[in-house]
């Protein structure tokens, strides 16, 4: 299991001596919001929050605390899912479970859900993104800035200075994570002092769009040569552009991505388009969310945010990745320049509550 920061540990009973209590063992209702069953990373952190889960229930059981019983939805994708993340939060509240989790398709949409959930007077735990408007009782993500400065500082690194890399944006600008990679990014090369130019910037989180942002990139960049280096804000619509890009040849473009997909990871490998994934820990993330979830129903405090941290997969980095599972690796030295040249696996926590 992942023995990954305070909340995993705090959150178990405390082992005693005590005969369990005659009374009936208390089950927590947790009502359980995810994004897509299409993206793997999200797939992988529903997979690291139901171990937890049953993680959690495994020890509790043992020592007569209470048991939890998850009350999952799927929005699904596009604007249709962020329409029934809404409705589906919305009954959740009505529901009144003792702790709603939930993976935003949206930053703003979910804010009436929340505010909703608030008045209510059920804890909130958001995790992979944020919501805008309301007050969450936690809020568990992965160092997003960290995953788009690490692959900034690698491409910079890749040109000189003075060169104006030709760059092409495949971004998502309606969640906060896919933001914050962008911005990191950026900063990576202002503050590496490398020149760039934005050529276009096309829309894409999951397979079907990012198969259209690939076409698209091909029809407005056909001459080769006329793109450096394409920035994806995930996985989910990253490999199926450096699927459409591959197949048209276009092996002189750079990509940079994020998530880790082990579909990316084999890009790399192979060095096939994609030479920086910068790889989130996805069965961690979304067994903090649970943890945080658990500690919150039985009365206890946690911090309000803990950023989770992301690892930079190079052909010369892929011998310490150990996968989506985790565990988080040691400190390295990164074997490319940068301002930061030690990459640390620490979960940052902020807001403690105590």
């Given at each position: 299991m992942w023995a990954i920061g305070w909340l995993l540990l705090s959150v178990l009973p405390a082992v005693t001596n005590a005969a369990p209590a005659a009374s009936p063992i208390r089950t927590l209702h947790i009502g359980v919001l995810y994004w897509s069953m299409n993206?793997?990373?999200?797939?992988?952190?529903?997979s690291g929050l139901e171990a937890q889960a049953r993680h959690l229930n495994d020890t509790a059981r043992q020592h007569g605390q209470p048991q939890l019983e998850l009350l999952p939805m799927v929005a699904g994708d596009g604007a249709a899912g962020v329409e029934r993340q809404v409705s589906q939060m919305f009954d959740m509240v009505r529901r009144k479970p003792d702790v709603i989790v939930v993976q935003p398709t949206d930053n703003a949409a979910l804010a009436g859900p929340l505010r909703a959930a608030n008045q209510a007077g059920i804890p909130v735990v958001a995790y992979d993104q944020y919501i805008s408007g309301g007050n969450m009782a936690a809020y568990i993500t992965?160092?997003?800035r960290q995953a788009g400065y690490l692959d900034g500082e690698y491409v910079a690194a890749q040109f000189p200075d003075d060169k104006a890399i030709r760059l092409v944006l495949v971004e998502y600008p309606r969640v906060s994570s896919t933001v914050e990679r962008l911005n990191g990014f950026l900063d990576a090369l202002r503050d590496q002092g490398q020149a760039y130019k934005i050529l276009k910037s096309y829309e894409a989180v999951e397979p079907v769009a990012g198969q259209l942002a690939g076409q698209q990139m091909l029809?407005?960049?056909?001459?080769?040569?006329?793109?450096?280096?394409?920035?994806?804000v995930n996985d989910g619509g990253g490999v199926s552009v450096v699927d459409v890009l591959a197949a048209a040849g276009r092996s002189e473009i750079m990509v940079a991505s994020i998530d880790g997909d082990p579909k990316s990871v084999d890009n790399v490998r192979a060095g096939r388009l994609t030479r920086i994934d910068s790889a989130q820990f996805c069965g961690p993330l979304g067994a903090q969310a649970i943890s945080a979830a658990y500690a919150i129903a039985t009365g206890k405090s946690v911090p309000r945010q803990a950023l989770v941290p992301v690892f930079p997969i190079t052909r010369e980095t892929l011998d310490r990745y150990p996968g989506w599972d985790g565990p988080i690796p040691d400190q390295f030295t990164k074997p490319w320049q940068a301002r930061n040249p030690v990459w640390r696996g620490d979960i940052k926590f902020a807001n403690d509550g105590k």
């Open positions: 993206i793997p990373g999200q797939v992988a952190m529903r992965s160092d997003n029809h407005d960049f056909s001459a080769k040569g006329s793109v450096d280096a394409v920035f994806a």
